[in-house]
């Protein structure tokens, strides 16, 4: 069964409504709701009929286009999911998706051989690999770094579109720190990802700096189209983030010349993947190889070269050194103490 673009608008609409959990949904808020999707996404402003938001639900609740989707009306009034966790993005793709997808897949293919599409390398992959899982049952010849887990992921595609649309935002944010989630009003400029989990760089309402919101601390969000949106102006995001590991970076940060020497077991695994792109070569030495890299002092950087343990020794900035070993030696501790409670000497002496 084709389907068409608006119509693919409307369900997609519909179902964003009847996810969210905090509000109750009746056939006229949804004609108002799709009427105003159209209106953002497409300049129509005739609206959307009674029928025709009644006919999407009753084929959204068939098996018509694979959705199967549990609507039900709750108190004779209320559109909900019967299951709170459904969503039609989450229903497999049917074969005739598939085979256009496939289309699509080989024509990025062709795309892939010029230089300025190298980037899409990895995304391709991933794309061919799940759609050959989807049609075959022979097991999977790529295994992608990833967490099926980690929350959030859907709200990419919403905050992506915020973004373009340069939309103020009223997000639920939860950060690990707080007991309770807060809302405030923010300003959204970009999304940014850092070892599969995603970022939104904003700035609030109240307040100048710019923050860093995990997708998955964030609860719900909504646009505010009557807010007027304020722009980060002076600021090139590709310049402003290629200075660092990872995402924590102040408005007055600056790169700093990191000196790291690693044992010639674990160089060639820097060389080959470097840690930044700013990584140059200073020194080869009998046992040891040394490194420099430009970039910002956060807590990223520290935490990459905790990661290589004792096959790493940061030669400066002093700062940095010190950071490092003091947080080294908190571990160390940690075993210490471990030691200590395992003493059978020590614990005979406590049992007297």
């Known amino acids: 069964m084709a389907v068409n673009k608006l119509a693919l608008i409307r369900y997609k609409t519909i179902d964003d409504c009847l996810k969210h959990k905090y509000k109750k949904w009746t056939l006229e808020d949804l004609i108002e709701k799709v009427s105003e999707t159209l209106y953002e996404l497409e300049g129509i402003t005739s609206g959307v009929s ?56 080989g024509v990025l293919k062709q795309f892939n051989a010029f230089n300025y599409f190298d980037e899409m390398s990895d995304m391709i992959a991933r794309l061919e690999n799940n759609l050959y899982k989807s049609t075959h049952k022979d097991g ?78 964030i609860i719900e969000f909504q646009e505010l189209p009557n807010e007027q949106f304020v722009a ?58 040394v490194f420099r890299i430009d970039v910002v002092l956060n807590f990223e950087l520290e935490r990459e070269i905790l990661g290589f343990g004792e096959c790493v020794k940061v030669l400066g900035p002093r700062i940095l050194a010190q950071k490092i070993k003091k947080r080294l030696l908190q571990a160390a501790n940690k075993y210490q103490v471990d030691e200590e409670n395992l003493d059978p000497g020590k614990q005979s002496q406590l049992a007297l």
């Open 50 to 105: 009674k029928r025709t938001i009644q006919a999407d639900i009753q084929l959204m609740r068939s098996d018509k286009l694979g959705y199967n989707a549990p609507i039900v009306v709750k108190d004779k009034r209320y559109y909900i999911y019967e299951d709170p966790n459904f969503s039609i993005t989450k229903v497999p793709i049917n074969n005739s998706d598939v085979d256009k997808m496939k289309e699509i897949v």
């Open 232 to 289: 980060h102006d002076g600021i090139d995001f590709e310049r402003y983030y290629s200075d660092l590991i990872g995402v924590t970076k102040g408005i007055n940060d600056r790169p700093h010349k990191v000196i790291l020497e690693f044992d010639n077991n674990t160089a060639p695994y820097i060389t080959t993947k470097p840690l930044h792109h700013s990584q140059q070569l200073i020194a080869q030495k009998e046992k040891t190889t």
């Open 140 to 217: 999977n010849y790529i295994q992608l770094e990833g967490n099926n887990q980690l929350k959030g992921r859907s709200h990419i595609s919403k905050l992506y579109q915020a973004i373009l649309r340069k939309s103020a935002l009223l997000i639920e944010y939860k950060s690990f720190k707080a007991q309770q989630s807060q809302h405030l009003i923010y300003y959204p400029y970009l999304l940014k990802e850092y070892r599969n989990r995603w970022f939104l760089i904003v700035k609030a309402k109240k307040g100048g700096m710019l923050l860093n919101l995990a997708l998955d601390r």
